[in-house]
């Protein structure tokens, strides 16, 4: 899936954004702290949820996206809303169930989903009275014009890893043998819906020269290391039962195995983003909210350039602050973020000139007063 375009309007919080256009490969949004970058990627979250059936207080969209085979869909919605919110409310975002005002769905030209209050009409025919707080798109998803949409935005993802949780104990010699006669091949652990580092040990015991592939990149990035393998390890930590797989390290000139719990937050965080970028869904929109995190001024050039680099059918979304990371993701995919008030404001490099004279692009960027003050 591509997301093209997205507006978004959040009532219960008074807060929107207009028409936002992203790149096919890679959109960076830059900004001040607090101007809205991260709640930009929390209502492509949002999007994703409410297609899988969930309500939200007062949201309203459009969203216009090409899935996989390359067909335009426009997409938009309006929930009813309630203007006295308590703090639990917005804390579980699931006590209440908001019912919509309108929702549409178009494929190229045609109207497939037509939504009102009173009426559903699917293809042009009025269809029985569905639940009015999930989407149509959830509760026809298996329709043939519909699954494709409900499919994509299935792919949305986080790439979130907080490495001291990740952990492959739920993976016991008991669970990782099923597995292994399930997914027998790359393409088929790139589409398991599995977590990163469950699918970079499925690959390690599937394919030894694809995995040395992803271990070959590492390398490039930490030339220190000198192998990688994902074995079990007897009785590791008493906080699991059994023996289950472990990421390990060797490193040159050094006798002993590092093990998962030994490796340092950088490393085995690098480790797993270059695992997801060769083993993500085909059609993936993956979102990276400030991709600095916990990763090492020595792994910042070679992780971003692997981003800007990709061949593979995904589109990433992300954010940072870092100077290492802006200045390696040309102008061009950069998106400047300001807001007044409410209003979140999303414009192009180009808007503001920057890469029409001969100063370096990220210097320009550095002295628009609208990214270091957030305000347009």
Not at 283 to 297: K, M, P, R
Request: proline content about 3%.
């Amino acid at each position: 899936m591509r997301i093209k375009t997205l507006s978004f309007e959040d009532k219960s919080r008074n807060w929107h954004f207009d028409s936002l256009s992203f790149n096919d490969k890679l959109t960076l949004l830059v900004g001040a702290s607090g101007v809205g970058k991260t709640q930009i990627l929390n209502a492509i979250k949002k999007l994703k949820r409410i297609a899988k059936g969930e309500s939200f207080n007062g949201l309203k969209w459009s969203v216009v996206f090409e899935t996989i085979d390359e067909e335009e869909y426009v997409w938009s919605g309006e929930f009813g809303s309630r203007n006295e919110i308590q703090l639990d409310d917005i804390a579980s975002e699931k006590k209440d169930k908001y019912a919509f005002l309108q929702e549409k769905l178009w494929k190229e030209d045609n109207l497939l989903i037509d939504r009102s209050p009173e009426t559903i009409f699917f293809n042009g025919n009025q269809i029985v009275k569905l639940p009015s707080e999930q989407s149509v798109v959830a509760l026809l998803k298996e329709e043939p014009v519909v699954s494709p949409v409900f499919d994509g935005f299935a792919k949305i993802g986080e790439l979130v890893f907080n490495t001291k949780s990740v952990s492959l104990t739920i993976l016991g010699k008991s669970l990782l043998e099923p597995l292994l006669l399930h997914f027998k091949s790359v393409d088929e652990i790139r589409h398991s819906g599995l977590g990163t580092e469950i699918k970079l040990c499925l690959l390690y015991y599937t394919d030894k020269n694809e995995f040395k592939k992803i271990q070959s990149r590492f390398i490039n990035i930490f030339p220190q290391v000198e192998q990688i393998k994902v074995e079990v390890v007897p009785g590791i930590s008493s906080d699991a039962i059994g023996d289950y797989p472990v990421i390990q390290l060797k490193e040159k000139g050094v006798k002993d195995w590092i093990l998962q719990p030994m490796i340092s937050s950088g490393m085995l965080k690098s480790l797993l983003q270059v695992a997801e970028l060769y083993l993500c869904e085909d059609g993936a929109v993956i979102l990276i909210d400030e991709f600095e995190n916990s990763l090492g001024v020595n792994c910042m050039d070679e992780l971003t350039e692997d981003l800007v680099a990709s061949e593979r059918d995904v589109q990433f979304i992300i954010t940072s602050h870092h100077p290492y990371i802006i200045n390696n993701i040309p102008y061009r995919n950069w998106k400047i973020v300001t807001r007044k008030a409410g209003t979140v404001v999303v414009k192009n490099a180009s808007d503001y000139k920057i890469g029409q004279s001969k100063h370096d692009a990220f210097i320009q960027l550095l002295q628009l007063d609208e990214f270091t003050e957030g305000v347009e």
